[in-house]
């Protein structure tokens, strides 16, 4: 198991309940029907269980893909545990968990081809997934998935702002680097929530809400809360890799001020993006 994905994932995952539009997701509810069937698509360490019990959906067919079998070995074993610890009465057998009327299952695949075999959908999620591959290919494969007028929300998607505090004379030349370095690999797109939204806009469907959903990490009370500290030190992470080639003037000495400022409790991180929900054509 990739212990260092999956302790990532699980780090990013208090930054991304702050992040969430609270008004895509009461959209995305109000418009939910009773029992959906949801099909996420990256599902990484399962979080989406928890989170629909939470706000209510305790019934549901869930079905999460996720293209690394290390994390999602992580999701079969780890949230039976965290569902029983909340005091649900959760079953887990052959990669199925089952908790309350909602029973989700958790594969090893290619998420948009699986997206692509599925139909009759209610609801398909792609948290943090939608930067990751092309946003056409996501949204084909997203309708092809949904029944008539189903679901697709896509929170958590980034759109090209990178912002460290305190301000470091680097700063400008390190974001645009890390940026290009994103949107040279394929499929990513460094500006992907605007033309994601452009994109819903100009299908047959119909972009329902959008709405900011900006991760911010800061110190509080003299450090980070959960473990959030090793979120940044992996953010920090991925954009040494990202610059390592790119000949940033002082960007050795950007490196070396934001992993000090984050050993001293001082380092703020903002990473800006959208919520967005689009409901498939109806069909009629």
């Known amino acids: 198991m990739n212990h260092a994905a999956t302790r990532y994932l699980e780090a990013k995952r208090s930054v991304d309940e702050r992040a969430r539009s609270p008004r895509v997701r009461d959209r995305l509810l109000a418009a939910l029907p009773e029992a959906p069937r949801v099909v996420e698509a990256g599902c990484g360490t399962g979080v989406t269980v928890p989170t629909l019990l939470a706000w209510g959906v305790d019934a ?7 293209s690394d079998p290390g994390v999602v070995a992580f999701a079969r074993t780890v949230r039976p545990r965290e569902l029983r610890r909340r005091g649900y009465d959760a079953r887990a057998a052959d990669g199925t968990v089952s908790a309350s009327d909602l029973t989700a299952a958790f594969e090893t695949g290619d998420a948009v081809a699986a997206l692509r075999a599925e139909s009759g959908a209610d609801l398909v ?4 997934f939608a930067d990751l591959v092309d946003p056409e290919a996501l949204i084909d494969a997203a309708e092809s998935a949904l029944r008539p007028g189903g679901l697709a929300y896509l929170p958590i998607t980034f759109d090209g702002g990178s912002i460290f505090q305190p301000d470091h004379p680097a700063d400008r030349a390190v974001e645009r680097a890390y940026h290009a370095a994103i949107d040279a690999r394929p499929g990513r797109d460094v500006r992907a929530g605007r033309h994601l939204a452009d994109l819903c806009r100009r299908r047959a469907g119909t972009l329902l809400a959008m709405a900011s959903s900006d991760w911010v990490v800061r110190p509080r009370g003299g450090d980070y809360p959960a473990d959030e500290s090793y979120f940044l030190e992996r953010i920090l992470d991925f954009v040494a890799d990202a610059i390592a080639d790119a000949d ?33 054509p109806d069909g009629g």
């Open 60 to 66: 549901a067919t869930y079905r999460g893909v996720d």
């Open 125 to 128: 999620v792609a948290q943090a």
């Open 248 to 280: 940033v003037d002082r960007g050795d000495d950007w490196l070396a001020s934001r992993r000090g400022q984050l050993r001293d409790r001082e380092l703020t991180y903002v990473a800006h993006q959208y919520d967005l929900l689009y409901r498939a």
